[in-house]
């Protein structure tokens, strides 16, 4: 079995996909309306920890350019 790599904000593992099959599957066919808004709320709330590190990066990045821009 391959390892776990990866978690949810909550702790959960995600199940690494093993068949290339399965793998271009998810990556390239396309999917209906339904499927891709129910995958975006999944991605919401079960978000990993590198979405949460992009999220405070920018955040921090932002309030960074805010502080440059006020001091000029």
């Known amino acids: 079995m391959a390892p776990m ?6 702790g959960v593992n995600v199940p690494p996909i ?3 099959s399965d ?3 998810e990556l390239f066919v ?4 339904d499927a891709r808004r129910r995958t975006g ?3 919401d709330v079960n978000g990993s920890i590198l979405d949460a590190v992009r999220e405070q990066t920018i955040r921090e990045q ?3 350019h ?7």
């Open 5 to 10: 790599m990866s978690w949810t904000r909550n």
């Open 41 to 43: 709320r999944g991605y």
């Open 30 to 33: 396309a999917h209906d309306a």
């Open 62 to 64: 932002l309030a960074k």
């Open 23 to 25: 793998l271009f599957r």
């Open 18 to 20: 093993t068949s290339s």
């Open 66 to 72: 805010r502080d440059l821009a006020t001091c000029n």
